[in-house]
């Protein structure tokens, strides 16, 4: 079973960066679907970024050219780095895998996975 644990939270400054890891483990191989998610408090849920293994990677519109996902494989971990932090980052960041195909215009949708992690607190400060 795919467990999936969050690190590389806190409080920065905005302009800042900082770099999410979620580190997978109960498998041999990483799942071919991995997505970060992020929940700001009295808002829905919003998907962040996705990637198919070896393949393409789509991001929300709200976090393009300052975000970027990537996943190691060897170490079976999945990054986000986030650089030139806003306020409107702060949220509750969790990663995702899902168990099967994702299709492309899906990848940001949170029912298309069924394991999730626990999340790591992302707090910008203007």
């Known amino acids: 079973q795919v467990q999936l644990v969050e690190s590389g939270g806190g409080s920065v400054q905005a302009g800042g960066s900082l770099r999410l890891s979620c580190a997978v483990s109960?498998?041999?191989?990483?799942?071919?679907?991995m997505a970060w998610f992020r929940q700001a408090p009295g808002k829905e849920r919003e998907g962040v970024a996705a990637?198919?293994?070896?393949?393409?990677?789509t991001y929300a519109d709200s976090v393009k050219g300052r975000f970027t996902i990537s996943q190691d494989n060897s170490r079976n971990t999945l990054f986000l780095q986030m650089n030139s932090l806003k306020p409107e980052d702060t949220a509750m960041y969790f990663c995702?895998?899902?168990?099967?195909?994702?299709?492309?215009?899906?990848?940001?949708?949170?029912?298309?996975?069924?394991?999730w992690g626990q999340g790591t607190q992302v707090t910008v400060s203007s």
């Open positions: 990637l198919r293994k070896g393949g393409d990677v």
């Open positions: 995702a895998a899902a168990p099967g195909y994702v299709p492309f215009v899906a990848r940001l949708s949170g029912t298309q996975y069924n394991c």
């Open positions: 109960g498998v041999t191989v990483s799942p071919n679907y």
